[in-house]
């Protein structure tokens, strides 16, 4: 059995923002009106730091950012083999979204009494960023194909380790960051049974780091 701090640890471990996912295929490639976007791999889409501030902080309170921040990824400009010739796909995440849903920032759509996403709420907000992107890319509606829209509680649903679709394994705030990740006593990826260790983005050094703890255990073992 585990040591009893540990299961304690373990229950006070707190989750972050989820995740919201939004997949297209287009039948062409995007028509960014910046000069040279077309050519990136990824590219943020947000009105700068104070738009970011802004939409973290509501979704830390529960709402619907009424302007989230929009990760682009565009894997075909590094690998065309991606998708068909003159075609293109794009994955978007946005990181700025509430688990539990207690409002919409932007006072246009109505929160389910529940607080659990719905396949009729996570559509809509999909509009919502589809409609920023036409603001950046001249005739993205018409190169549609298709759209696939994942909410945090999709995510979770297809992977349970997405707990509220947390794509970090846990809250990345100081006390459960670098040497305190996941927990205080947490010791070069160590648990509390003998030859059995926890590597991952909820362990040290943390999440998007590359596989960070994986190399540094492997190191050391």
Known sequence: DAPEAAVDATREYRYGKGNFQIHYALSKPPAWRGEGLDKVALLHLTPGLDGVSKACNEALRGLLPEVPTICVGQPHALDPSRCP???????LQLPESPRHIK????????????????????EAYADRVEAILTNHIDGFSGSVIARRAYSPADLEAMNINLVGGDPYGGSSTIDQAFLWRPFKASRNHATGIKNL???????????????????????RL
């Open 85 to 91: 010739a003159g075609k293109a796909i794009l994955w």
């Open 103 to 122: 409002g919409d920032a932007a006072g246009k759509l109505a929160g389910p009494a529940d607080g659990q996403w719905t396949a009729e709420l996570r």
């Open 197 to 219: 260790y926890h590597i991952g983005a909820s362990t040290h050094p943390g999440a998007g780091l590359g596989g960070g703890s994986g190399y540094l255990l492997a190191g």
